[in-house]
Nanobody
């Protein structure tokens, strides 16, 4: 089970930090990621991090977003800087997926998400 938090309303150019608390045994052994869904669209990949800390990002968020994990607290984070109106979406974390040929494949288990709204 995962619980996302940290969303909110922010002006373009602002920052937010999302957190995902996971009640998962063996947290440190899993790869995990962030996805988002904007109104009327499919859920899309944002960022992922492997069990050994390697990160991968969608082109649209590179150099603006940073994914990190704290294995001591079973927490996944997403630092989002220089936010744009196009970043407006519900953000979801995913714990336990795998990397296949450099691409993160999520497990079919999602939390409620946290809403991020960026005003222009």
């Amino acid at each position: 089970q995962v619980v996302e938090s940290g969303g909110g309303l922010v002006q373009a150019g602002g920052s937010l930090r999302l957190s995902c608390a996971a009640s998962t045994n063996g947290f440190s052994r899993y790869s995990m990621g962030w996805y988002r869904r904007a109104p009327g669209t499919e859920r899309e990949f944002v960022a992922a991090i492997s069990l050994d800390g390697r990160a991968k990002y969608a082109d649209s968020v590179k150099e603006r977003f940073t994914i990190s994990r704290d294995n001591t607290k079973n927490t996944l984070s997403l630092q989002m800087n220089n936010l744009k109106p196009d970043d407006t979406a519900v953000y979801y974390c995913n714990v336990g997926g795998t990397f296949v040929s450099g691409r993160y494949i999520p497990v079919p288990a999602w939390g409620q998400g946290t809403q991020v709204t960026v005003s222009s």
